[in-house]
């Protein structure tokens, strides 16, 4: 049997080297990644499908009232991450554990919107999905810690694309909503169940043995991206300007995200065409987190941060003035590439400025910014007309790559 042990290196990170994952778990990291992909997939409905479905909901609900149910999805979603995280730090809930939970309340909100109950959407499937994406992304940052942003960016992206297909059958092949909701709750529950029993978390501090952790830590000192320089605790964290000019960012950019997941089919006018520029938003947001992810590691997260939510405020005002359906296409791919590649970095960033020991539960207030958005979006866009919306979208989106243009290491000099 391997015997582990502990090295660290010149910044004094502790490594746990000298066994495989499978010595340490009895299945192979891969086998991890993938599981989380799928459960990521299925989780994802929740709200990029929501939007395929308003059109089709509008009969029972008004527009307004469903963007508020899509907003306190949103809500319940982001403020489930922090006490997610907080619980698997105290091992009062296991990986599977929080997986299998999240399928039923998943399951339950899909079901329970069939039988006319936004709240139970709402509520219930918020917290399912915010259970199922917390878990996932915590074990893929344990899983590879010396490939995180890539990985988390490969997980993260199946959120968006994984109802790509959902969208499109909701706007071509639905007759029977509750049927098909209920049907769809199922599914859900079974692929993250069984994706959540593949789920297991390495021993603390693990490291692959088949890459030298002095060697790569040298090798992060000299990119673009680099170690933090303390390990901030989260109260620490949120005294340092860095932290809020981060959240403002994300905030804003989520508020363009969900403006855009609501009103892009109803403004379109064509039901069909809608929910395929939908489906484009979600599929451009998937695959370009990934690409973010690898450039992020080129040039920098905070730089790649800053060109992402320019591009999607840019995107607002190609939506706006489009006049034929590649225009549109075109700017629902930006604009998916712009307002949701920002969580794909975030837990990099989290991680770079503020310190790994802690890195969970920060991502965990950070990403509450999501739920900021959503109230944003909500309360300042959705009493307003398309052009004002679109315009002020815009701006948000621009706005948000102006905040993020004054991050830095906290502790370090930006020049």
């Known amino acids: 049997m391997p015997v582990a042990t502990y090295v660290r290196d010149h910044v004094g990170r502790l490594y746990r080297v000298g066994e495989t994952d499978v010595e340490v778990s009895g299945r192979s990291r891969r086998t991890v990644l993938w599981a989380a992909w799928a459960a ?13 479905l308003i059109p089709q909901l509008q009969d029972r609900w008004s527009v307004p009232e469903l963007f508020w149910a899509l907003a306190l999805w949103t809500v319940c979603q982001a403020g489930t991450a922090f006490p997610a995280a907080w619980l698997r730090e105290q091992k009062r809930l296991t990986s599977t554990g929080a997986m299998w939970i999240g399928a039923i309340l998943t399951g339950a909100g899909f079901f329970t919107l069939g039988r006319g109950q936004l709240v139970g959407y709402a509520v219930l499937g918020g917290i399912g999905a915010g ?10 940052v344990r899983w590879y810690p010396e490939r995180v942003t890539r990985k988390v960016a490969f997980v993260s992206g199946a959120f968006a694309y994984g109802s790509v297909p959902f969208a499109l059958a909701t706007g071509l092949l639905l007759q029977n909503v509750t049927g098909f909701l ?28 088949h890459v030298p952790p002095r ?22 964290a949120m005294r340092c300007g860095t932290f809020w000019w981060l959240y403002g960012g994300v905030a804003f950019a989520a508020a363009v995200s969900l403006y855009d997941l609501a009103y892009l089919p109803l403004f379109v006018g064509s039901k069909v065409l809608g929910v395929i520029a939908l489906a484009t938003l979600a599929a451009a947001t998937g695959t370009g987190r990934v690409l973010v992810g690898w450039i992020s ?7 790649a941060l800053v060109w992402t939510l320019a591009t999607g405020g840019v995107a607002q005002f190609v939506l706006l003035y489009s006049q034929n359906v590649t225009g549109l296409l075109i700017g629902a791919a930006l604009a998916g590439l712009g307002t949701g590649c920002c969580y794909s970095l975030l837990v990099g960033l989290t991680r770079e400025y503020f310190g790994e020991t802690n890195g969970a539960r920060n991502f965990g207030v950070l990403y509450t910014a999501k739920a900021a958005g959503a109230l944003i979006a909500a309360m300042v866009l959705v009493s307003q007309g398309p052009t004002f919306a679109f315009v002020a979208a815009g701006v948000l989106g621009l706005a948000g790559s102006v905040l993020t243009r004054q991050l830095s290491q906290p502790g370090r000099p930006r020049l």
């Open 215 to 236: 060697e790569w830590a040298l090798d992060r000192a000299r990119v673009p991206n680099r170690f933090a320089l303390k390990e901030f605790r989260t109260h620490e």
């Open 131 to 140: 259970l199922i994406y917390a878990t996932c992304l915590g074990t893929i």
């Open 297 to 303: 590691d080129k040039i920098g997260r905070r730089k």
């Open 40 to 52: 990521m997939l299925a989780a994802g409905i929740g709200q990029y499908g929501f939007g395929a």
């Open 182 to 209: 209920t049907q769809t709750a199922i599914a859900i529950v079974a692929a993250t169940a069984v994706a959540g029993a593949l789920m297991k978390d390495p021993p603390e501090h693990w490291w692959p043995a």
